[in-house]
């Protein structure tokens, strides 16, 4: 599990980590979902595992689980 902070409608894609936290930058708008999609996607092609948005859906700051 992973500790997620989500700054959607930034214009550029980026992981980046600080500390234990991911800052993800995302060009989606957070409305239908659109922004947690993208999350998903980027950080399964950043672990090249699946991931799975556990809680914060609504919320920049998320807890994500990585998916062995």
């Given at each position: ?19 234990e936290t991911y800052l993800i930058n995302v060009k989606s708008h957070p409305e239908n979902n659109k922004a947690n999609i993208e999350v ?29």
């Amino acid at each position: 599990m992973i500790k997620v902070k989500v700054k959607p409608s930034s214009g550029r894609q980026s992981i980046e980590k600080k500390g234990e936290t991911y800052l993800i930058n995302v060009k989606s708008h957070p409305e239908n979902n659109k922004a947690n999609i993208e999350v998903i996607k980027l950080l399964e092609k950043y672990f090249k595992k699946s991931v799975k948005i556990k809680s914060g859906l609504t919320s920049r700051n998320k807890i994500v689980e990585i998916i062995e």
